[in-house]
C-alpha cells in the first residue's frame, strides 16, 4: 500500500497557523496556506501561500482545489469565505460555528440556550440604549464591545453608571454593539476541547490566564482551581462542543467569580493561545488535534505529562530573552516576526515540571470510544 500524505489547507497566516503547520508535517501532512499577508508566520515555512484577499473567488478555489480539507486559524475570516470553500473541500470547524463565534450577540445566546451562564448582556444599537439598559439591568459597571472583530480588548470600552455613553457609544464606530456587565471575577480561565468526526473528545484544562494590557499575558496548568469548579469548566466545554457539533478545536473562556461561579466569556473556533504549552507537556498538542480532525483522522490522548507555564513574547520583551536560552526547562518560539510593535505577539516561552516517568491523565481526558479507522 502506497501511503499518501493528506494535504491540509490553512487560512490566515499568523502564529496559530504557523504551528499547526509544524503539527501537520510531523505527522508527514502536507501544507498549503491562504493569507491576505505577504511574509506572514506561516508563509515563512510552508512550501506554497496563496496571497490574495479573503473574496477573491477564483484564488479560493485554486487554493481549495489544492487541498484536502481546510482550517484556519483566526475567527475575522468572513463566513462567506468558508461557505464558498465548502462547496469544494470540508472545513473544519464548518461556518455554523464560526458564525457563531464571530459575533457576540449570537455567541453569548447560544450559550445561553444550551444552559451555559454568561455575564447579562444586552444588544446595543444606539448610544440611547446604553443608559436603558444600565437601568433596567441595574447595571454598575459594564463593558461595551464592538458585536464583531474585536480581539485583545480592541473594540471594548468600559462605562461607569450614571456616564454619558454617547463618547463610549461614537468611539467604537460600529453599527451594533454589546453591553455586559462587568464581572468582578477573582480570575480568568480557559478549556481547550478537541472533538473529531465520530463525537470523541479530548480536553486540556482549565489553564489559569493572566492578561497584561488585555492581552494573554501568562497561562499556568493545573489552573488552581477547587477540583468541582474544574470539573464544572471542562464539562460546560464538553457540553458547547456536543451542541456545537463541533469538528476541529475550540477554546472556551470563562471567568471564575468570588461566588464560585463560572461564567463564559468567549469561544474562540481555533486552538488559543493559553493552550501553546500543549506542545511541551502533552502527548497531542492542540496544533495536533486541530490538524488530525480537520483531515478525518481520530484525535490523540492529550495526556498531561508535566505542568507547565507559558509566558508570551510581547513587543519589545522578544529583547530580554537571553536567560530562557540557558533556562534548562524552558522552551523558545519565535514566529519569525520582523517588527517588535507594541503589543504585537512575537513569540512565547514554555517552561515545564514533570510530572512522573509514568504516562498520566490527570484533568484532561480522552472519552473512551472505539476507533475504526
Ligand atoms: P474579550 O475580548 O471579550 O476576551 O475581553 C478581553 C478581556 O477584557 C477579558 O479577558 C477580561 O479580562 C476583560 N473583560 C471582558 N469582558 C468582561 C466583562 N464582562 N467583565 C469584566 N472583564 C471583562
Given at each position: 500500500?502506497?501511503?499518501?500524505?493528506?494535504t491540509?489547507?490553512?487560512?490566515g497566516?499568523g502564529?496559530?497557523?504557523?504551528?499547526?503547520?509544524?503539527?501537520?508535517?510531523?505527522?508527514g501532512?502536507?501544507?498549503?496556506?491562504y493569507?491576505?499577508?505577504e511574509?506572514?508566520p506561516?508563509s515563512?515555512?510552508v512550501?506554497?501561500?496563496?496571497?490574495g484577499?479573503?473574496?477573491?473567488?477564483?484564488?479560493?478555489q485554486?487554493?481549495?482545489?489544492?487541498?484536502?480539507?481546510?482550517?484556519?486559524?483566526?475567527?475575522?475570516?468572513?463566513?462567506?469565505?468558508?461557505?464558498?470553500?465548502?462547496?469544494?473541500?470540508p472545513?473544519?470547524?464548518?461556518d455554523?460555528?464560526?458564525?457563531?463565534?464571530?459575533?457576540?450577540?449570537?455567541?453569548?445566546?447560544?450559550?445561553?440556550?444550551i444552559?451555559?451562564?454568561?455575564?447579562?448582556?444586552?444588544v446595543?444599537t444606539?448610544?440611547g440604549?446604553i443608559?436603558?439598559?444600565m437601568?433596567?439591568?441595574?447595571?454598575k459597571?459594564?463593558?461595551?464591545?464592538?458585536?464583531?472583530?474585536g480581539y485583545d480588548?480592541?473594540?471594548?470600552?468600559?462605562?461607569g453608571?450614571?456616564e454619558?455613553?454617547?463618547a463610549?457609544?461614537k468611539?467604537?464606530?460600529?453599527?451594533?454593539?454589546?453591553?455586559e456587565?462587568?464581572?468582578?471575577?477573582?480570575s480568568?480561565v480557559s478549556?481547550i476541547?478537541?472533538?473529531?468526526?465520530?463525537?470523541?473528545?479530548?480536553?486540556?484544562?482549565?489553564i489559569?490566564?493572566?492578561?497584561k494590557?488585555?492581552?494573554?499575558?501568562k497561562?499556568t496548568?493545573?489552573?488552581?482551581?477547587p477540583?468541582h469548579l474544574a470539573?464544572k469548566?471542562?464539562?460546560m466545554?464538553?457540553l458547547?462542543?456536543?451542541?456545537?457539533?463541533?469538528i476541529?478545536?475550540?477554546?472556551l473562556?470563562?471567568?471564575v467569580?468570588?461566588?464560585?461561579?463560572?461564567?463564559?466569556?468567549?469561544?474562540?473556533?481555533?486552538?488559543?493561545?493559553?493552550?501553546?504549552?500543549?506542545i511541551e507537556?502533552?502527548?497531542?498538542?492542540?496544533?495536533?488535534?486541530?490538524?488530525?480532525t480537520?483531515?478525518?483522522?481520530?484525535?490523540?490522548g492529550?495526556?498531561?505529562?508535566?505542568?507547565?507555564?507559558?509566558?508570551?513574547?510581547?513587543?519589545?520583551?522578544?529583547?530580554?530573552l537571553?536567560k530562557y536560552?540557558?533556562?534548562?526547562?524552558a522552551?523558545?518560539?519565535?514566529?519569525?516576526?520582523?517588527?517588535?510593535?507594541?503589543g504585537?505577539?512575537m513569540?512565547?516561552?514554555?517552561?515545564t515540571?514533570?510530572?512522573?516517568?509514568q504516562?498520566?491523565?490527570?484533568?484532561?481526558t480522552?472519552?473512551?470510544?472505539?476507533?475504526?479507522?
Open positions: 500500500m502506497v501511503f499518501v500524505p493528506k491540509i489547507g490553512i487560512l497566516g502564529q496559530l497557523g504557523r504551528m499547526a503547520a509544524m503539527a501537520a508535517f510531523r505527522l501532512m502536507r501544507v498549503c496556506a493569507t491576505d499577508e511574509d506572514s506561516i515563512q515555512i512550501p506554497f501561500t496563496f496571497v484577499r479573503y473574496d477573491d473567488k477564483k484564488k479560493l485554486s487554493f481549495a482545489e489544492s487541498v484536502d480539507a481546510i482550517t484556519y486559524e483566526f475567527e475575522n475570516i468572513p463566513v462567506e469565505t468558508i461557505r464558498y470553500l465548502q462547496k469544494f473541500k472545513v473544519y470547524p464548518d455554523r460555528v464560526l458564525e457563531i463565534a464571530q459575533h457576540r450577540v449570537s455567541e453569548k445566546k447560544f450559550l445561553n440556550d444552559g451555559i451562564p454568561t455575564t447579562r448582556w444586552a446595543i444606539r448610544a440604549d443608559t436603558r439598559a437601568e433596567d439591568m441595574d447595571f459597571a459594564a463593558i461595551l464591545k464592538t458585536s464583531r472583530f480588548g480592541k473594540g471594548q470600552v468600559s462605562i453608571r450614571g454619558d455613553p454617547k463610549a457609544w468611539s467604537l464606530n460600529t453599527t451594533e454593539a454589546i453591553l456587565e462587568k464581572v468582578a471575577f477573582t480568568e478549556v476541547i478537541a472533538r473529531d468526526k465520530l463525537s470523541q473528545t479530548a480536553i486540556y484544562g482549565p489559569l490566564n493572566e492578561h494590557n488585555h492581552i494573554l499575558a497561562s496548568v493545573p489552573a488552581p482551581l477540583a470539573e469548566a471542562r464539562n466545554t464538553l458547547l462542543a456536543e451542541a456545537i457539533d463541533l476541529g478545536v475550540l477554546c473562556e470563562l471567568f467569580t468570588g461566588e464560585g461561579q463560572l461564567l463564559a466569556n468567549e469561544i474562540a473556533p481555533r486552538p488559543h493561545n493559553s493552550g501553546h504549552w500543549t507537556a502533552c502527548t497531542t498538542s492542540q496544533f495536533e488535534q486541530q490538524v488530525r480537520v483531515v478525518g483522522m481520530q484525535i490523540g492529550p495526556n498531561r505529562h508535566s505542568d507547565a507555564v507559558m509566558i508570551n513574547l510581547i513587543g519589545d520583551d522578544v529583547d530580554r537571553a536560552y540557558e533556562q534548562a526547562n522552551t523558545v518560539h519565535l514566529y519569525g516576526k520582523l517588527e517588535a510593535r507594541e504585537r505577539k513569540g512565547h516561552i514554555t517552561m515540571t514533570p510530572l512522573s516517568a504516562p498520566v491523565m490527570l484533568d484532561e480522552i472519552s473512551e470510544k472505539v476507533v475504526l479507522n
